[in-house]
Nanobody, 114 residues
Framework: QVQLVESGGGLVQPGGSLRLSCAVSVSIFSFSSMGWFRQAPGKQRELVAFVPTIGRTTYADNVSGRFSISRDNVKNTLYLQINNLKPEDTAVYYC????????WGQGTQLTVSS
C-alpha cells in the first residue's frame, strides 16, 4: 500500500526557512514524477514544484528562486526547501506521486506570521 506522509510544517516568521519532508512507503522509482502542491485558505490547490524521475524540475512562477525540490532515492523521501518565507506562503502543503494513479499525502500546515 502506497503511503505518503508529510512533515516539517509549523509556524515560521517571515524571512525564515524550513524544509518539508514527504516519506514514501515504497520506492520512489515506482513513480514517474513527484511533486508538492499547496492550498491556502479559500483558494484552490496549486502546484508548487514537481520533479520527474527523468527530466527537469519545474517550479511555479511565484515560488521560483525561493523553493527547491529534491528527492532522496535511498530514503524514499521528497523534500521541499523553502527560503525567505512570506505570509502568502501560508497554506497546507501536500506531497503527491504519480504512478498508475495519483497518490496524495494528508498535508502539513505551514503558517508564516510574525
Amino acid at each position: 500500500q502506497v503511503q505518503l506522509v508529510e512533515s516539517g510544517g509549523g509556524l515560521v516568521q517571515p524571512g525564515g526557512s524550513l524544509r518539508l519532508s514527504c516519506a514514501v512507503s515504497v520506492s520512489i522509482f515506482s513513480f514517474s514524477s513527484m511533486g508538492w502542491f499547496r492550498q491556502a485558505p479559500g483558494k484552490q490547490r496549486e502546484l508548487v514544484a514537481f520533479v520527474p524521475t527523468i527530466g527537469r524540475t519545474t517550479y511555479a512562477d511565484n515560488v521560483s528562486g525561493r523553493f527547491s525540490i529534491s528527492r532522496d532515492n535511498v530514503k524514499n523521501t521528497l523534500y521541499l526547501q523553502i527560503n525567505n518565507l512570506k505570509p502568502e506562503d501560508t497554506a497546507v502543503y501536500y506531497c503527491t506521486a504519480k504512478g498508475r494513479v495519483d497518490y496524495w499525502g494528508q498535508g502539513t500546515q505551514l503558517t508564516v506570521s510574525s
